[in-house]
């Protein structure tokens, strides 16, 4: 910062920053580097790891890194959760294509276009479905939703009323169906192999507000493109972050 770079994210592997006056020079980054390695202890050395034309940083140790040749690469649970179905990873890597390419205005029209498609059918079960483990055995489920030591869940509800005989371990593949953003998934789910796409019945409305929860967690990057820091995200949404978390978006 005493030279005039703008730190981006900081954790324990290294930094993130943009060159004062968002120079891409290797001959500049260099300089710099070796500038700040000489106060370093015997011992510690530095190295410029990559140079990159965007990058998205959602929190400590979540962001997206733009290549100069356009590919993507995500770090972090908090953007790679196993709890999404593939239509929200698919939505949320083409919103960080977007802020990383300064795309803000296209935000709301990829938007309507993913509600559009839900509505129309046009979004493949594949993409809507959800694949979970059994982590435990049906028995013990049983007894643990009885003892009310668990709530009821999709998955092992699903195995309960299958022919087949699940074990711990085993892979089960739902969807959605009914009516409504508050349906209860445990007892409206459905195996993936009774879809038919003939008749569809994937749940418009719960699939349409799974989107728009997402969206909604992104959606201060379409008023405020660049880099900002956590305090401006407490400001407009109070209680949705902690201190430690920190958004940007910036270029190189």
Avoid at 39 to 58: H, N, Q, R, V
Avoid at 176 to 185: D, I, N, S
């Amino acid at each position: 910062e005493k030279r005039g770079a703008n730190m981006i994210e900081v954790d324990t592997d290294g930094i993130y920053f943009v060159l004062p006056n968002n120079s891409d020079r290797d001959a500049e980054a260099d300089a710099m580097l070796a500038e700040i390695a000489a106060t370093m202890p015997a011992g510690i050395k530095l190295e410029i790891d990559g140079k990159y034309a965007a990058m998205f940083s959602y929190k400590m140790k979540n962001y997206v890194l733009l290549d100069a040749i356009g590919e993507m690469t995500i770090r972090g649970s908090g953007l790679k959760s196993r709890g999404l179905e593939r239509f929200q990873r698919r939505f949320m890597e083409e919103i960080f294509l977007l802020l990383m390419t300064d795309r803000h205005a296209e935000l709301q029209n990829l938007f309507a276009g993913y509600l559009a498609k839900i509505a129309a059918h046009e979004i493949g079960i594949d993409a809507l479905m959800k694949t979970e483990t059994l982590q435990d055995s049906l028995d013990n489920y049983r007894e643990k939703v009885s003892g009310k030591r668990r709530n009821a869940a999709a998955a092992y509800e699903l195995a309960l009323k299958s022919s087949r005989a699940y074990v711990a371990g085993d892979q089960v593949s739902y969807y959605v169906t009914g009516r409504g953003a508050k349906v209860k998934v445990a007892t409206a789910a459905k195996l993936i192999g009774e879809y038919d796409a003939a008749r569809p019945d994937e749940n418009i409305e719960y699939y349409q507000a799974k989107l728009t929860d997402l969206f909604e967690k992104f959606s201060i990057f379409v008023s405020k493109p660049g880099l900002f820091a956590a305090s401006e995200l407490e400001a407009a949404e109070p209680g949705e972050t902690s201190q430690q978390d920190f958004f940007s978006t910036s270029e190189k």
